[in-house]
């Protein structure tokens, strides 16, 4: 199998000097295939999140490639990564972070609207994911009329929805309890099986982690050890 | 159309602030349409007052009669002329002068005179010297039993050689064949008061003043009114194609002096309105930047889903543009009923003002297109303006950055 995402010596530094130098990231190097259903596991601070942007591009790494699909998105920048994101990245955040004065399906709709995609095929697409993330009949509430669990459902849907070839998902199940974390990362791996999209996400929760095929452990920026089930 | 819905529902987000800011600009609005109606309105009743008193749309002239008036640069043949200008659909009448400067005598005193010979009939319908007469009638260009024309006579003169109507009045003036003019006449019509600019002219028949300046049918000016005030400088190109041999100018050269500082007051007018207008988007300013630096976060989640840097400004500039245009709106509903009550109502000033040299004591706005959508591109103008800062701030912000604040 290819690797979809690889990182060779990949480094995030924060500070200017000795005294205040964070190694966040600190000589990374992984290769990550397609489908796989990935779990970046380790305390608060080990360089989860920061590693997760540096592979969506949402960061620059201080050094190292970050290459996805071959492409080193290390070297661009503006809107060819804005671009890239678009249509190559699906993101889930913690916090959900849905636009507030949008209905879950305006939300849904809008990274097909930056793609260009019809409003026919936009409309069909936002049936079809609310059917697959459970919330049919819900698309025209706003995010304040929906629980924590739905929130999250409409996160997945919008990362889903322009299928991209890798979701990355921040601790996203951090701010659901655990019954609807389990259920929703049980969705997100039938998603990962039924779409053959690669999925990485962090978590520190042991019942969550057991989800995932591969487990990449780190600690201080480093990876501590990879564990592929 | 979903950035649209975006940039429109996000104004509602934070409602009472999204109202404040719409009412300074719904006040700077009305406060720029009415000075710009009070301004556009003074200057066209001034520009009416002397098209109508005695300048005329257009003016021909011989060669540069205008600016250098001499006695023999006149318009032969103006019969031709008057052909030309009954002809077209585009004038609504037009007059015909000429000018010599003169000394008046009665039986016990003198006093320089302007003399104007005017064609009686077209001058009528031309200008408002008919309705200037403030002592008999408007005459007419009959030889009395006694061989005499009449004449109509400003107040200044009246009253300087103590005549009256049915006095003698006598001019002495140089004819254009270099003799010495002189005849006697009979005044027929006191014009204007002691104030008016007519004060010191003398109007003759147009036959008469020929025959006493040696003239022949020569004239030296012929003055138009057009139907469409807007049409002078078009027109004027019109008829100097059709009268090569002849100088052709718009009110806006006739009156130069006035027309050049009419524009100037008025790009002045605008300069004041574009400060109060920026005084008022300082505020407006202040509300962007909060409005945005409240929704960092949100613009950072939206650059790491895949929007474009520009498509975020352009979000920003289309939220404060559409605040701006309703609050144009609301503007335009409370400014229609205001510049009509000052079109057609206006009031009256305590003191009269003076308008590029006329003074003006009732003062009347303009209803015209441009009085609402000068200001209103200004106002959008600036709006678009404020919002670049805005705009670049979101644009440049690191989506990390952006989604690590609270």
Redesign the interface.
């Known amino acids: 199998m290819s690797a979809v995402i690889s990182t060779t010596d990949v480094c995030r530094f924060f500070g200017d000097d000795e005294e205040t130098l964070v190694k966040a990231v600190d000589n990374v190097s992984i290769e990550i295939e397609r489908g796989e259903f990935t779990a970046l596991v380790g305390p608060s601070g080990s360089g989860k999140t920061t590693l997760l ?1 540096l592979i ?1 591009g ?2 620059n790494p201080t050094s190292g490639s970050v290459k996805l699909s071959g492409t080193n998105i290390a070297a661009m920048s ?2 060819a990564l ?2 890239f ?3 190559h990245i ?2 889930i ?1 913690q916090a959900y ?1 849905l ?4 209905s879950a399906e ?1 939300n849904i ?3 097909m ?3 260009g995609v019809d409003a026919v095929e936009r409309k069909r697409r936002v049936s079809e994911i609310l059917a697959q993330v459970g919330l049919e009949g819900l698309g025209d509430r706003r995010p304040n009329k929906l629980s924590g669990g739905q929130q999250q459902r409409v996160a997945i849907a ?2 889903m929805v ?1 299928r991209p070839e890798i979701i990355l998902a921040d601790e996203p199940t951090a701010n659901l309890d655990s019954k609807n974390g389990i259920a929703l990362l049980d969705l997100m791996k039938e998603l990962n099986e039924s779409h053959n999209m690669t999925f990485i996400f962090s978590t520190h929760d042991e019942k969550i982690m057991k989800r995932a095929s591969r487990l990449i452990h780190m600690q201080d920026g480093k990876i501590e050890f990879d564990e592929k089930k | 159309m979903l950035l649209f819905k975006l940039a429109f529902r996000n104004i509602f987000r934070q409602r009472r602030r999204s109202l404040l800011t719409a009412m300074s600009l719904t006040g700077g609005y009305v406060l720029c349409v009415f000075s710009f109606s009070m301004s556009e309105g003074s200057y066209s009743n001034a520009i009416s007052f002397f098209i109508q008193d005695h300048t005329g749309h257009i003016q021909i002239h011989k060669d540069d009669y205008l600016r250098k008036p001499k006695i023999h640069k006149s318009i032969e043949a103006p019969e031709d002329i008057s052909a030309i200008l009954d002809a077209s659909e585009q004038i609504e009448s037009h007059t015909l002068r000429i000018f010599a400067p003169s000394l008046a005598y009665s039986e016990t005193d003198n006093s320089p005179a302007q003399v104007i010979g005017i064609d009686l009939d077209r001058e009528r319908t031309t200008t408002t010297l008919a309705a200037k007469i403030s002592e008999g009638s408007y005459i007419n260009s009959e030889i009395d039993g006694e061989g005499y024309y009449s004449a109509m006579i400003g107040a200044g003169i009246a009253n300087n050689l103590n005549i009256g109507l049915g006095d003698e009045l006598i001019l002495i003036s140089q004819g254009a064949d270099g003799s010495i003019a002189n005849d006697i006449y009979i005044v027929g019509a006191i014009v204007g008061d002691r104030r008016s600019s007519d004060r010191s002219t003398v109007f003759l028949p147009l036959a008469a003043a020929q025959e006493f300046l040696s003239m022949n049918d020569e004239v030296h000016e012929v003055s138009i009114l057009l139907k469409d005030d807007g049409r002078a400088r078009a027109e004027a190109e019109i008829l100097q194609d059709l009268l090569p041999d002849l100088a052709v100018d718009p009110w806006q050269e006739v009156e130069a002096t006035f027309y050049q500082s009419m524009q100037t007051d008025k790009q002045g007018n605008v300069i004041f309105m574009g400060i109060i207008v920026f005084i008022v988007f300082v505020g407006v300013m202040n509300t962007v930047l909060m409005s945005v630096l409240e929704r960092t976060r949100e613009f950072g989640v939206l650059k790491a889903i895949g929007t474009r840097p520009a498509k975020l400004a352009l979000m920003i500039t289309l939220e404060t543009t559409m605040l701006a245009s309703i609050s144009v709106l609301l503007g335009l509903v409370l400014a229609i009923p205001l510049v009509l009550w000052f079109t057609y109502a206006g009031f009256a000033l305590p003191e009269p003002m003076d308008v590029g040299g006329i003074l003006m004591s009732h003062i009347t706005g303009e209803l015209s297109l441009y009085v609402f959508a000068a200001p209103l591109f200004l106002i959008l103008g600036f709006a678009i303006l404020i919002s670049i800062p805005a705009g670049i701030r979101a644009a440049f912000n690191s989506p990390t950055e952006a989604m690590r604040s609270n």
């Open positions: 942007h969506g949402l960061d503006g809107t804005s671009d994101r678009r249509d699906g993101f955040f972070n636009i507030p004065v949008f305006e709709e809008y990274i609207l930056l793609q919008r990362a322009s």
